[in-house]
């Protein structure tokens, strides 16, 4: 972890070093004949892994200098101390700077922070806090046994998992129903809450003994590399964590029934997409067509719905490629820009046959940040802008005198003389904006029209393509339920 800015200048140079030798390495590579391509391939993924720890390290770091960070979340007491050192870095101050308020030498700071305050004293825990300014909230959960599905309700409720959510998402028909009082009998609770704690367990990973037992629940299951969030204002991050594990437990579900469907290759030039969703006789911004197309190339679109947390995301199991959109948008260009930017992240590292991807807000300076996600933005861009979405957003900027409020009036202009559709173009200069820290999307939003339902067309595609062969009855409920 870096925690300070000597750190982060040599990481940004040790970084920019790494990239300059791959480059470098990539253009030689060739001329090696004598070893085996398998090496070499390793050779160059190894290098890539390393080159993407330290862009992480760095960006980690840069979003705690960012201005609008206001909170720190830890979920365990094993935390507080890389909570303590993420706050002081948060608050632009220096080890140096905490130092002298504490009216110690630096290099004892140093060394806390290296050792994770493994040696300081509770006292010392204390005065680290006061001279950071912040205050520490959280909550002390209590040893709860559930004797009923209320009960159970009460104890899941300490995690952020809500009983609208249990009943609604985790739940067949019939036993919402008994949650309900649709049905009643007096066997029926205790048959619910032990089918509740069945159901509870294999989503989030809980043992039974810790869902009916006193002990307070663990921390809710997320995928390795899915456990860093960039979180928007007025957005739970226990909410996040509900329905990031939620969503990748259906998505894992439904792709067994796919298990044994031809894989094509994923076109990773935009200009061959487009190609391809065009060869289907229709228009490439055209969001039946392009999830049609999409699941030709062998990858499952799923489309959920709730409120806030993410728009979309993408992972791989077994060298299949599952993505899921869940955007409160109604808008279809919106959709297919959010389908387009996963199908990019689905095409990298082919060779690799798991992976998990952030599910961060798609508009976050995080990810907006990073050089994959301009790539993908610039990738779905040129497949519904026919290869011009750059010139095109230039040209919009240039006609509104690069004055962000003239540009709702350009851009109608620009999509027609170019002859693309408006809410294509409209979208792809939000991503845009939004990367040079403009948030534009409410004058995006309303140069569209109100379309069909997205998610409902994302829902007929996916009924029509999927065979829901799903053996366990459990996951099968879990994903009818999720289409409704």
């Known amino acids: 972890m870096i925690t300070d800015e000597r750190q982060y200048r ?81 608050g632009k101050l220096s080890q140096r700077g905490l130092a002298e308020r504490l009216g110690l ?23 680290v806090t006061h001279a950071l300014g912040i205050r520490i909230e959280n909550e002390i959960l ?28 985790l739940l067949s028909t019939t036993e ?34 810790n869902i009916l037992g006193a002990q307070a629940l663990s921390a809710v299951y997320l995928a390795p590399t899915t456990t860093r969030f960039k979180m928007p204002k007025g957005r739970s991050e226990l909410s996040v964590r509900i329905f990031a594990s939620y969503a990748h437990y259906v998505a894992k579900v439904a792709l067994q029934g796919i298990a044994e469907w031809p ?7 935009p200009i061959e997409m487009r190609k391809q969703i065009l060869a289907r006789g229709e228009e490439a911004d055209d969001f039946r067509n392009v999830l049609q197309t999409v699941w030709d190339l062998g990858i499952m679109v799923l489309p959920l719905r709730g409120k806030g947390t993410f728009h979309s995301a993408c992972w791989r199991y077994e060298n299949r490629n599952a993505i899921v959109l869940k955007q409160t948008s109604r808008l279809e260009a919106r959709w297919t820009f959010d389908l387009l930017h996963e199908v990019y992240h689905a095409a990298q590292q082919p060779s690799k046959q798991t992976f998990d991807q952030d599910m961060l807000d798609a508009t976050s300076s995080e990810r907006m940040s990073t050089d994959e996600e301009m790539a993908a933005n610039d990738y779905a861009g040129n497949i519904m802008l026919e290869g011009r ?38 979208n792809y200069l939000a991503f845009r904006l939004s990367d040079q820290g403009v948030n534009w999307w409410g004058a995006a939003t309303n140069l569209q029209g109100n379309d069909q339902d997205p998610w409902r067309i994302a829902r007929d595609v996916f009924f029509e393509r999927h065979p829901f062969v799903v053996e366990n009855p459990i996951d099968r409920a879990i994903l009818d339920r999720a289409l409704e």
């Open 105 to 127: 030498k630096e290099e004892q700071i140093q060394r806390y922070e290296s050792e994770h305050y493994a040696s300081a004293s509770y006292k010392r825990l204390c005065e």
């Open 389 to 426: 979405a750059v010139e095109l957003a230039q040209r919009c900027v240039e006609l509104a005198n690069r004055d962000v409020k003239l540009l709702k009036k350009v851009v109608p202009n620009v999509a027609k003389e170019g002859k693309v559709g408006v809410g294509a173009l409209a």
């Open 263 to 269: 894989i094509e290759p994923i076109p990773t030039d």
């Open 10 to 90: 040599i990481t940004q140079h040790k970084a920019s070093q790494f990239s300059e030798a791959i480059k470098e390495w990539e253009q030689n590579a060739q001329e090696r004949v004598a070893v085996h391509p398998l090496l070499l391939k390793a050779e160059c993924e190894s290098m890539m892994s390393q080159l993407a720890d330290m862009r992480e390290e760095l960006a980690n770091y840069e979003q705690l200098r960012e201005p609008d960070v206001s909170a720190i979340s830890i979920s365990t007491l094993d935390e507080l101390a890389l909570g303590l050192i993420k706050a002081r870095i948060a």
């Open 142 to 169: 209590l040893p709860l046994v559930p004797v009923s599905f209320e009960g159970l309700m009460a104890k899941v409720s300490q995690v952020g998992l809500s009983r609208e959510f249990v009943v609604k998402r």
């Open 176 to 209: 919402a129903a008994v949650a309900n009082g649709e049905v009643t009998d007096e066997h029926h609770d205790d048959w619910l809450t032990a089918r509740t704690a069945t159901v509870l367990g294999r989503v989030f990973r809980w043992t039974r003994e």
